[in-house]
């Protein structure tokens, strides 16, 4: 809410400053008070060529369009030092209505313009230097592009489709490391070397805050790349704590010591999922689908979820995407899965949805019950815990308070420990947390539980465990555009669900 209000005072101080703007420029004021054609008659006043105007609607450059028009537009004013620049950039809500509205201030025309000249030096350091701190400022506390590297969300996303991520949806995240290389994310390309300097490290700090709803679309850092082996095979793919779980921490220290890194919150990889439990729910898969709070998900308002089911296939025979066509499956050859009885395909729940009822009974709903290296790591994983058949869990909640047992220690300690910054010990079966007997904890933050919606190729909190609200990104708001052997255009501005 505080967030909102900020940026309605902002928005109107910037019009009524620009209203008064107008006023000297001698252009009607009330045209300031109209988006878009605000900038437009700026342009058409300072005889810029109109291009300018239509360059506003490019996704993200549009934006640095924007803020040079009301630069050049200050300088009719005759401001021309770095100063003006920045307050243009930073604060023109306050720096609008003082030219607008002071008495000191007038509108000095193209003139001034034409006879004010920089030297080149001047030129390409002032652009520089507006480009890099916009940008960075824009990517870190509005949206940020993002483009999706793996099939885990299809088909709601597919490899290659490049979104805009809302940092403003949950309120914009301090970054832990201030002091880092503009544009990358925790490695400078080429180099191989870290991105970051953790020499200031500020605390998890967020913004106007607003917490994360039930089936958004969301990107996070992945939380147990807090530690890692730093090598292509393994990474976020097989993770330190799966390879810990199964050799033991010595053999993999021994091993892969060198390569073994540790990274701060923010400069962990950048994961996308849909959120299927928020804080306080109870959540749990039976037969793969998703129940939160004994309710289970409304599969028709997703689409684009997708599941493996058997086709039944005696002959044998190779399954094709052209073979599958007639029966409204859209596959790739990579998507199928030879088993004994037939194949597995990837259906989504529109396409399941749409078959004829003799076509439904070609395919069996596939249970992926394997036994598998389930979070929490733990004997859950022998009482019957799978991939499809997962849970009950319950997604912690800030303030809330659990009994510190046995069973709870198992499923909230890392939350306890790592993600909170507590001490955690056990002496004769009593529980200490920061070297003091307790017998409950209150979180201190809210969790999130994530799937893919791939159901069957995803890496998601049944493998690695909940999210903290710390880890959390942003909104996956917009497709801008996509690639596959050329454009897919219609799925180019596509909001995301």
Partial sequence: MIGWIIFI?????????????????????WKALIPFYNTWCMVEKMELKKIWFF??????????????????????????????????????????????????????????????????????????????VAATLIRTFVFEAYTIPTPSMEKTLL????????????????????????????????????SYSEVIHIPYTRWFASPVKRNDVVVFNFPVNDTLIDLPEFGSQITYYQMVNAYGRDQVWNQYGSSIKTRPVDKRENFIKRCVAIAGDTLQVINGHVYTNGVPQNENLFPNIERMYLFSN??????????????????????????????????????????????????????DNRPAMLFPYNADTSKGWRADNYGPLWIPKKGASIELTPDNLIRYQRCIEVYEGNT?????????????????????????????????????????????????????SMIWFSWENGPRWKRFFNSIK
């Avoid at 506003?56 to 021309?80: D, H, N």
């Avoid at 990358?184 to 070397?193: A, D, E, G």
Wanted: charged share 20%; proline share 5%; aromatic share 16%.
């Fill in 9 to 29: 005072v902002a928005t109107i101080g910037w019009h009524i400053g620009l209203y008064g703007m107008f006023k000297k420029a001698g252009i009607q004021p």
């Fill in 55 to 132: 360059l506003q609607l490019i996704p993200i450059a549009g934006q640095f369009i924007t803020i040079w028009i009301c630069i050049k537009f200050v300088e009719y004013f005759g401001r021309f030092g770095v100063g003006h620049h920045a307050l243009t950039v930073f604060l023109p809500f306050i720096y609008f209505p003082y030219l607008g509205f002071s008495d000191s201030e007038r509108y000095a025309g193209k003139k001034v313009v034409d006879n004010y000249k920089k030297s080149t030096a001047r030129e390409w350091i002032d652009a520089a230097a507006f480009a890099v």
């Fill in 159 to 194: 490899v290659n489709d490049f979104l805009f991520v809302s940092k403003f949806s949950y309120g914009p995240r301090i970054p832990n490391t201030p002091i880092a290389m503009p544009f990358v994310h925790h490695t400078i390309p080429v180099l191989n070397t870290k």
């Fill in 314 to 367: 005696p002959s044998k025979t190779m399954v094709t995407a052209e073979s599958l066509e007639p029966l409204g499956i859209w596959a790739r050859e990579s998507q199928n899965d030879i088993q004994e009885d037939g194949r597995l395909v990837n259906i989504t729940n529109a396409e399941y949805k749409a078959m004829t009822e003799a076509n439904k009974k070609l395919f069996q709903h596939y249970n």
């Fill in 424 to 476: 955690v010990a056990i002496n004769n079966g009593k529980v200490y947390i920061n070297d003091a007997e307790a017998k409950s904890y209150t979180f201190k933050m809210n969790y999130y539980f994530m799937m893919g919606d791939n159901r069957h190729n995803s890496l998601d909190s049944r493998f690695w465990g909940f999210v903290p609200e710390d880890h959390v990104v942003g909104k996956a």
